[in-house]
């Protein structure tokens, strides 16, 4: 099935829904967005949530902030957005705060670097939820406009963080290289605007639960949250309730870096923490596996960052296309840099090192 869809095909059932935004019963909405010093790209995201065609009265928005010092504060004050103290500044630790105070009957997750890419957004995101089987909602794609960066549009194409997370499987956005949003075995059943989803491994769910993941407030804070690791926040609600996923047709913009440098240097950071964490040990032991890594080197041998340049330009032209190879082999190198590193500290150090 073919998931590029066009948004002319699906005039006629957003102007349906446009038509809800002021009815009554429409859920009411928490979101939660950590920041902090994210003046450089918050009062986009605001302003993206402030043009919404939804029942004001139905919006609050916790900005759950790490003690920023530049204008972070003064911003979400201009939206009367509601300020929550996060003492351990980072994110994980941070939208947990949040969560426990949202009272919406949704929580939504949106981190300071997301903008909503339409105004009916919301209104789309909450159809699923008028069924009761469906636990949470997603977008489908990711975004970009004309003035992102060439990494952010780079990023709108492969549907992943990066293109080596991509090839190992481990995604959950519409790819062009690809033409699904996902590798791992899924039933959906196409409802219009949504998909609703079923994972049949639940061994194998893709990494959900960022960039716009919306779920019921009460389903979420039945789980371990804190700290909101949102791959295992979410793989926990489905063992748990064994309920079902919305993949909603909309876009959400995801601002990248600026240089593929800065880019490059995140995505170290990231790899890192990762790796070392104990609660990220799901992520290494399935995304980087033994299996899946030696499925990429195979591609890499096969030249496949390079035939998928040229497929991804035949799909959708575009000069950016002609980022993929360099990111590749660049993203490509750090995680195994930082692997081997991992291989050799942990034959050094005594077993006791993975649990502190």
């Not at 038509?19 to 928490?30: F, K, Q, R, V, Y």
């Not at 061994?203 to 779920?215: E, R």
């Not at 909603?248 to 790899?271: A, D, E, N």
């Not at 899946?292 to 340049?309: A, E, G, S, T, Y």
């Amino acid at each position: 099935m073919d998931l590029l869809v066009q948004k002319d095909d699906l005039k006629q059932e957003h102007s349906r829904l446009r038509m809800l935004a002021s009815n009554e019963e429409l859920p009411s909405i928490s979101i939660v967005i950590p920041t902090f010093n994210s003046e450089g790209t918050l009062l986009d995201c605001l302003a993206s949530i402030a043009m919404q065609k939804y029942a004001k009265e139905k919006i609050e928005i916790l900005i759950v902030d790490g003690g920023s010092t530049d204008r972070t504060l003064s911003i979400s004050k201009d939206f009367r957005c509601k300020i929550v103290e996060n003492p351990f500044v980072i994110h994980p630790k941070g939208r947990p705060l949040g969560i426990a105070k949202a009272k919406g009957d949704l929580t939504l997750c949106l981190d300071s670097d997301n903008v909503l890419d339409s105004d009916d957004w919301l209104i789309k995101m909450v159809e699923p939820f008028k069924d009761p089987e469906i636990f949470a909602s997603e977008p489908l794609y990711y975004g970009a406009r004309d003035n992102d960066s060439l990494l952010t549009k780079y990023i709108s194409l492969i549907g992943g963080d990066d293109p080596i997370a991509v090839y190992l499987g481990f995604y959950d956005r519409f790819s062009i290289l690809t033409n699904r949003w996902t590798d791992s075995p899924v039933k959906y059943d196409d409802l219009g605007s949504f998909y609703k989803v079923e994972f049949l491994d639940p061994q194998d769910i893709p990494p959900l639960g960022s960039n716009g993941f919306m779920a019921r407030s009460n389903i979420l804070r039945s789980v371990k949250y804190d700290p909101f690791l949102h791959v295992e926040v979410v793989r926990r609600i489905i063992h748990s309730f064994n309920l079902k996923f919305a993949k909603v047709k909309v876009g959400i913009i995801h601002v990248h870096s600026h240089s593929i440098g800065q880019f490059l240097q995140k995505k170290r950071r990231r790899v890192s923490r990762r790796l070392y964490k104990p609660e990220s040990q799901h992520f290494e032991s399935s995304v980087l596996s033994k299996e899946r890594i030696q499925k990429v080197v195979i591609r890499f041998l096969l030249l496949r960052p390079l035939l998928d340049m040229i497929k991804g330009f035949t799909v959708k032209p575009s000069k950016i296309w002609l980022l993929h190879p360099m990111i590749t082999f660049g993203t490509a190198f750090i995680y195994a840099y930082e692997w081997m590193l991992k291989t050799l500290r942990f034959s050094r150090e005594p077993a006791s090192y993975e649990t502190v």
